[in-house]
């Protein structure tokens, strides 16, 4: 599922507790032909541009991990700054829960598909540089290719579905969503995390933070007459969840709970429970008149008084 806006993954990250982990690299160090102590080359070959990391391998695929953190790719989010080179035609991915013996992971890799010099399709992969997604292929085109932007890496859904945001440099921001991981015929047991790169654009300022994020809401298929579903995740079974709505605008809004992206009057949506997987998920049928309308909306986690990140979507 794509979405259009792109509020899910940092106003998670605002409301999130403190992660157990994390590890960085700015890579503003001397041009040099491997990356560092900090990183294991795991296939082709990398090098230190300019303080900047890059893929020393112009017609190859190769992938790198980080050596100072490891950990469950459930409660994981990662970051990384990329820019093609003059040629076109590659990419550069995130690679989340990496098995370098067996290449598994999840990677969503952001390509030159048509080597016009931009980067315009995401894939969503369930190894590095594997082409398919529980058996299938999974891509999405960008509305707007670009040529270098931000590219961030999250899970929802106990784990089911990647969540990955495109921020173009020149402004501008697609979200993207890759559904289905836990029943990948092949799970996904490694714990490393790092790049993946074809050919030899560059990246940069690469993050990573392993540890609980707070909960999460999210909007699935929301259309006008049809069943949309409401979800937060990474909850604790039995979590009260309250989902809350305006149609005149996005706040702010001062609450007993903190401040709500949502203008009064602010209206209730429907509650939930948190089942054995921590997520707390209703269906909603749509009204058919709704299209165009945006929606406001924004959960409480009743039972710990936190506000989830909030989300402005337009009715289908």
């Not at 040099?32 to 190859?60: C, E, H, M, R, Y």
């Not at 997604?133 to 040529?147: E, H, K, N, Q, R």
Request: aromatic share 10%; with cysteine; net charge negative.
């Amino acid at each position: 599922m794509k979405f259009t806006l792109s509020t899910i993954l940092m106003a998670a990250v605002a409301v999130g507790s403190a992660s157990a982990q994390s590890a960085s690299d700015d890579f503003n160090r001397p041009d040099a032909g491997t990356l560092g102590a900090d990183w294991t080359v795991n296939n082709g070959s990398f090098a230190i541009d300019n303080n900047q990391g890059k893929s020393s391998n112009p017609f190859g695929n190769g992938f790198a991990h980080n050596n100072n953190i490891t950990g469950n790719y459930v409660d994981s989010v990662q970051s990384v700054e990329f820019s093609i080179n003059a040629f076109g035609g590659d990419y550069v991915g995130l690679v989340a829960g990496l098995n370098p013996a067996t290449w598994g992971a999840v990677e969503t890799k952001l390509q030159d598909n048509d080597g016009d010099g931009l980067f315009d399709r995401l894939f969503f992969n369930s190894a590095v540089n594997a082409g398919s997604w529980g058996g299938v292929s999974l891509f999405y085109d960008l509305a707007t290719p670009i040529a270098s932007g931000t590219m961030t890496l999250s899970f929802i859904n106990a784990g089911d579905s990647a969540v990955v945001t495109i921020d173009s440099v020149a402004g501008g921001t697609e979200t993207f969503q890759g559904d289905g991981i836990l029943a990948f015929t092949f799970p996904i047991t490694g714990s490393n995390y790092g790049i993946s790169c074809f050919g030899d654009s560059w990246f940069d300022n690469w993050t990573c933070d392993i540890g609980p994020t707070g909960p999460v809401y999210s909007i699935t298929n929301l259309t006008a007459g049809q069943l949309a579903t409401f979800s937060v995740s990474n909850l604790t079974l039995g979590d009260a969840v309250t989902f809350a709505y305006s149609l005149a605008g996005s706040g702010p809004t001062t609450t007993p709970f903190g401040v709500a992206d949502m203008s009064a009057p602010i209206n209730v949506l429907t509650s939930a429970s948190a089942d054995v997987t921590g997520v707390a998920s209703v269906g909603l049928t749509v009204p058919s008149g709704a299209a165009g309308v945006t929606l406001y909306t924004q959960a409480l986690v009743v039972t710990t008084s936190t506000l989830t990140n909030s989300l402005a979507e337009t009715v289908l």
